[in-house]
């Protein structure tokens, strides 16, 4: 069976680095992200773990391939990238997470706001 998958389209707003959510869930693994927790994918669209800690630091991610993301948490959740920059992604919104020179994901953190103020 073959699998069609849309792009997921990363947008930042200028300094803020906040993701901007794609439309729908690219894939059905997406969709398919229990509540209260944070599901990241691979380009392939591949479940690579999920999150639902809340901490005041950022967790490393044990992989460099995170290209997306399903927020099915009430609060906000960040992503630190290998670059320094920061992007951020609301409750109840699935994203791309690939930002160009941004580098790879290395760190998430689960915030008890729905604000993607830094």
């Known amino acids: 069976m073959v699998v069609s998958r849309a792009l997921a389209v990363a947008a930042v707003a200028v300094g803020l680095g906040v993701i901007a959510p ?10 398919a992200c229990r509540v209260n927790v944070v599901c990241v994918y691979n380009a392939g669209q591949t479940w690579m773990g999920q999150y639902s800690e809340y901490t005041s630091h950022f967790q490393s991610v044990p992989r460099s391939d995170i290209t997306s993301v399903q927020n099915s948490t009430p609060t906000a959740v960040k992503f630190l990238y290998s670059s320094g920059n920061v992007s951020c992604v609301l409750s109840g919104r699935y994203s791309g997470l690939s930002v160009a020179g941004y580098g790879d994901v290395t760190g998430i953190r689960l915030v008890n706001e729905n604000s993607c103020v830094f």
Do not use: D, G, L, N
């Open 22 to 31: 794609a439309a729908t869930p690219a894939s059905a693994a997406a969709a």
